[in-house]
């Protein structure tokens, strides 16, 4: 069964420190690996992902992610924390052998960037 | 130019009643679901169509029931609301294939019953 996992439910970092957001991941097959983040009161917003390819990929507001096959992981990453980072964020993995594009998203992590 | 376009944003109402949420996209995409987020934020899958066939349809009660006219809109009708159906249900669009497309979100629609 796919599942996804967040083990952090509040990471808080200052501003201008680099931030890290966990996620760990279970699929079938190989994975599509998401990122979305949510501001209080607003729909899912597509941050980055992983498809195939380059480890690192680059997403918007300056994300960025690792995708770790052998750690099953696929950390967030920014080097320089803003106030305006601050939201929910989720992580989601489909397998690629998937043909519903079905997403398993983990339960969320509250950012928190402190001025 | 909203891509993904909900209504209405906010829905209180009595149990016992029916009621339904309307969602349209403007992206193109041929797939779209409707999920249901908890008090707890916790994001979970209900349905998904894909031109306007039901491809995704979850352990959800009878009383939730979807229906899409055609690939840009898709609607989500409950009967006989009860407490535990208060959530934000959001509807999402994106394109379906092996490749991995995003999914884009709409607002979202607030259900509260009381």
């Known amino acids: 069964a796919q599942s996804v996992a967040q083990p952090e439910d509040q990471v808080n970092v200052a501003e201008g420190n680099p931030l890290t957001v966990k996620c760990t991941y279970s699929v079938s097959g190989n994975p599509y690996l998401f990122w979305y983040v949510q501001y209080p009161n607003r729909g899912l917003q597509f941050l980055l992902k992983?498809?195939?390819?380059?480890?690192l990929v680059k997403g918007s507001y300056g994300f960025e992610a690792e995708f770790n096959k052998s750690q099953t992981s696929f950390h967030l990453k920014k080097p320089s924390a803003l106030v305006s980072d601050s939201a929910l964020y989720f992580c989601?993995?489909?397998?690629?052998?998937?043909?519903?594009?079905?997403?398993?998203f983990g339960q969320g992590t509250t950012l928190q960037v402190k001025p | 130019d909203t891509a993904v376009s909900q209504t209405p944003k906010y829905l209180v109402t009595q149990m016992g009643n029916d009621k339904s949420i309307k969602c349209e996209q403007n992206l193109g995409h041929d797939t779209m679901y409707w999920y249901k987020q908890d008090s707890k934020k916790f994001l979970k899958i209900m349905f998904s169509y894909n031109n306007k066939e039901l491809i995704i349809n979850e352990t959800v009660p009878n009383r939730f029931s979807p229906k899409s006219p055609d690939k840009a809109h898709l609607n989500l009708h409950i009967n006989s609301l009860e407490l535990g159906d208060s959530a934000v249900y959001f509807c999402?669009?994106?394109?379906?294939?092996?490749?991995?497309?995003?999914?884009?979100f709409g607002p979202g629609t607030r259900l509260t019953v009381t």
């Open positions: 999402a669009s994106s394109l379906r294939d092996g490749e991995g497309y995003e999914q884009y």
């Open positions: 992983y498809i195939t390819g380059d480890n």
């Open positions: 989601a993995v489909r397998g690629s052998s998937s043909n519903t594009g079905k997403l398993i």
